[in-house]
């Protein structure tokens, strides 16, 4: 699956684990410890429903934070949908083996990156090697532990932040929490349909349940911007972020339109210079930045006050 050959056995290697499997996930999990020991704050980004454009937010932030010189990592946790590497501009080819781990790849903004789509060749599916007639228990297994070796064989360093762009559902929220207990926060995104609403429901609720502070909402998709004149129009009835603002009492840190030119700059991975041209949307996904800064900072400030 990975093309690099690591010094020690990692958990993709599960058919020939043995009986040292536990021995093996405790040392990788010890090395986890020690890799966010240098991560300031590690935020997951979830939605609970794909299509809402939260893996595009995750990028556009990443690239702000860097932007604004932060020392800023992405980790893809989309495993079967990737698509940090492609948004972000990473150039593909071999990622650097060193004896501590494997070198993230690098954006144009200054941002580290580790995604699927980097590992694998265009177009290709992601397949794990799986024994016959077990291959649905065994999936979960190896994707839980592609997502270890994500956090602990990967040279991260030091940064400010780390987002982890989460697959929808709830599950891979679970899995990063057990990952990484002090989980700084969750933003999650919808748009405003009932649908959405109720998806990102769920997710709210499993970190609310898991006591994982919860950062934010922004609502996506709330119109259409024309890319000709600049004029917003309705695109999905409903008010989804309001109606989960009052249910779990969290803010809502602003709300995007579809934009196209947005659009073909994630798809071309050219969110850097879209970002230094301006315009309406670039300033609000700057508001955004700016309000989960302000969060994290809030609830850095209520830890310290609760551990008096």
Known sequence: MIPVTLNIRTYHEIENAGSDLGDQVAAQQTRVE??????HDVVGIMSGKGGVGKSLLTAALATLAARRGRRVGVLDADLNGPSMGRMLGCPRGPLAE??????????PCGALVMSMDLLLDADMALHW?????????????????????????????????LLVDLPPGVGRLAELHELV??????LAVTIPSAASRDAVARS?????????????LVENLRGYRCDGCGDVGALF????????ARRFDVPVLGGLP?????????????????LSAGGPT?????????????ALGAGRSAGEVASR
């Open 258 to 274: 579809f934009d196209p030119t947005l659009d073909r700059a994630a798809a071309y991975g050219e969110l850097d210079a879209w």
């Open 98 to 107: 060193r004896p501590d781990g494997i070198d993230p790849a690098s954006t």
């Open 34 to 39: 020690a890799r966010l020991a240098l991560v």
């Open 204 to 216: 709210l609720e499993l970190a609310a349940r898991r006591r994982i502070p919860l950062l934010g």
């Open 237 to 244: 009835g409903g008010d989804a972020a309001e109606r989960l």
């Open 129 to 161: 090697k799986e024994p016959d007639g077990a291959a649905f228990v065994w999936r979960g297994v190896q994707e839980r532990g592609a997502v270890r070796e994500f956090l602990a064989d990967v040279g991260w360093g030091e940064l400010d932040l």
């Open 181 to 186: 207990p002090e989980l700084s926060g969750v």
């Open 282 to 294: 670039a300033i609000e996904l700057g508001r955004i930045g700016e309000a989960l800064d302000a």
